[in-house]
């Protein structure tokens, strides 16, 4: 991109500025709604993005054939391509939004004082959010149900990749949920494409509460570096599973298969496996794997354990890999497994397999990572997989939402205290 | 200050991450204590406070005197001058914090999925913590006490006015909590004063979890303006008290000279009071005020309450003003006063007065703030009157923390999964 015509910047700080008003004027009305109206209204949305399949599916053709122009990859077709069954999962979803228990209006703590004053702590919705997405059109949909169940405005920007796709799917939800007396200011897209325009809503601290960003990890550092509002992100899933001294053989293998080999592309992946050296069925651990055509790259002891495992360098150990690759080290017990992960993991998901009841509770209560796990897969990590119905995402940070992220970390909170005239001596 | 020599800002740099990674080493070891450990070194680090108290007066009557040849305002003084029994407060106050149940373990979920993997979320400590705070001396064993109960480390970096005697309480109370097996860098203190050592804390993401300055707004906005890590900051108090239509005069009378005048200096001070016109006492509200010798600046109708109002400016009803000085306006109902808060307010706390309780409901619901009473003075806004115990301070923010924050905010959570060996299908 050209450098910023300063001009440009300001037209967007002001163009953002007041999206954001209107947002914020249109959230302090959907705050006022019931949990009933909310889901009626989004029920709404999900039947308009029914009603205009037609206009939906074209404006995706659009889309599709000017990427096919600019030589996308297959695979980055495909996350854009929309036909009617999977328009009708994305109104399906709205549905299932709709239907999940409302966070708001939740009393979260109360105490009466020695002075009567009773204080009472509420959740409420955080306010204005910003969604930053790629290319999948399907994330305007979901974001978009997300944030107005649990009361929340949302100014939404999705990738280029998509516009079409994006505003079709964007005006069907706000007619729908227009239609039952949610304001239109609620649901926002960016109406502008350029970049710029981005910088400007990461600057908007004070208009905009918080900022989610979904895609890969260029996007998610871009948005930490430049932000000034709070930003709730996932940057990376470095995932490792510790197959320790005490594990069972055949539980090792399942979950390590599975782990890795599931999907290959998702942050819940397993990247590395740790391996004691006291147990004893690695070697068919291994095989199993290298069976289903990963390739594997090992120290030294691992290399020894199979011939198809190849040398691994000192980088493999710090590598996202995403894909049919493994690193394999072999360690001495538990505090090792421990200290790698504290030295080379992500702090996202991390997995021991053991029957042993005294190391899992030590490796679980010593790592140090959003999601801690006792002889399951990785590929756990998943809102829906914790019972949160749909997720916004997973975050990697440490403060205010941590993990799969659903409706909850969606909202705040705010003190009530009911008093009868009491003044403080 | 001059500006930063590069090679002075990479040294910074180093020895911030150098501080950060001993201080993240020694909070593994203290996540690891049990409640009562840390509660035992909290208690040795007070008494030893007390054991030093002669190194810790001397250390604080060099501050003063540097204070008084350089001239600083009494009260500033005051801030910064200790003496017996402002020690054993401080000490005491160590004490309080010990015994302050741990929230650090408390299971917050538990689900049990149909696959049968049982999903936990627990509270652990945030991690490394900064604190970076003014003169006050005692601020240094307040926060270092409050990060140790609940498992941080915590790096200080207190006002050079207090460098000596923040120092000499740093000491003791490390001495105290290394006797009690908590390792020394888990309370450590910045070696510099030179501000630029402030910014490399305020850029150390990824080493320093989050930051918390307690200052004046002047500190706070630098901290807030340069941080690359997450900041738990307090910016503005101006609070409002609105007297509705309903109110109960005597009430109201009683509520609004305790809110502006049992201490004009801190966060909860009220600097507006929205007064409604069907509220029959608003004269007598208004000369109760007055006559504790608070200047009034009011609007046309308030002006013609009482001769003593001066006029107010536009100005006014942005200000906290932090001293007996009160700024009046007379609202058309409910929705003026909320709209009034909306436009003007802090969002740190406002009060409504009345004895209807729709409107208290409608009230309470709609303005936005950290805390919202009713019927009761804004200065008790404070943890210690919510029943939190000692407090960090009260954030203004939306995220992770709002309000009075204490223990609890200075914990995060980690989702434990407890499975037999499943795999995602």
Chains 1, 2 share one sequence.
């Not at 009393?107 to 959740?123: G, W």
């Not at 994330?139 to 990738?159: F, H, I, Q, S």
């Not at 709070?230 to 599973?241: F, Q």
């Amino acid at each position: 991109m050209a450098e910023a015509d300063p001009q440009l910047d300001t037209d967007f700080t002001k163009l953002v500025a007041d999206l954001a008003k209107d947002g914020r004027a249109a959230q302090r009305k959907l705050a006022a709604m019931s949990s009933e109206q909310k889901a009626a209204a989004l029920h709404a949305a999900a039947d308009e993005l029914r009603a205009r399949k037609t206009a939906i599916l074209d404006a995706n053709a659009k889309d599709v054939a000017s990427g096919e122009e600019r030589g996308l990859t297959g695979a980055m077709l495909d996350r854009l391509r929309l036909d009617p069954e999977r328009l009708e999962g994305v109104a399906s979803a709205v549905d299932a939004v709709a239907d999940l228990p409302d966070p708001v209006g939740e009393e979260i703590d109360r105490n009466t004082q020695p002075n009567a004053l009773v204080m009472t702590r509420v959740r409420i919705p955080v306010g204005l959010l910003g969604i930053i997405y790629e290319s999948r059109p399907n994330v305007t949909a979901d974001a978009a149900a997300l944030c107005v169940r649990a009361g929340n405005a949302v100014l939404l920007r999705g990738g280029t990749e998509a516009v079409h796709s994006n505003r079709a799917i964007h005006q069907a939800m706000v007619a729908g949920l227009e239609s039952a007396g949610v304001p239109a200011a609620a649901v926002q897209i960016l109406p502008t494409q350029d970049r710029a325009a981005v910088g400007a809503m990461l600057k908007a601290a004070g208009l905009i509460d918080m900022v989610i960003p979904r895609g890969g990890k260029s996007l998610v550092e871009r948005v930490q570096n430049e932000a000034r509002v709070p930003v709730l992100a996932h940057l990376d899933g470095l995932c490792h599973t510790y197959v320790h001294s005490a594990a069972d053989p055949a539980k090792a293998r399942d979950i390590a298969v599975n782990a890795k080999l599931r999907r290959t592309g998702i942050c819940g992946a397993m990247e590395t496996l740790l391996i004691d050296a006291q147990f004893d069925g690695a070697a068919d651990v291994l095989a199993a794997i290298a069976d289903k055509g990963c390739e594997l790259r090992g120290d030294g002891r691992a290399r020894a354990l199979d011939s198809r495992v190849a040398p691994a360098s000192e980088d493999d150990w710090d590598t996202e890999y995403l894909d049919a690759i493994l690193s394999v080290k072999i360690v001495d017990g538990l505090d090792e497994a421990i200290a790698h992960i504290e030295a080379h993991g992500s702090h996202h998901t991390d997995v021991i397999v053991t029957e042993d009841d005294a190391a899992a509770q030590q490796f679980m209560a010593e790592v140090d990572s959003a999601i801690v796990m006792r002889n399951a897969s990785s590929q756990f990590a998943d809102g829906g997989e914790f019972g949160l119905g749909a997720e916004i995402g997973i975050a990697t940070g440490r403060l205010h939402a941590r993990g799969p992220v659903a409706l909850e970390g969606l909202t705040t909170y705010k003190w009530l205290v009911h008093g009868d005239g009491q003044t403080r001596p």
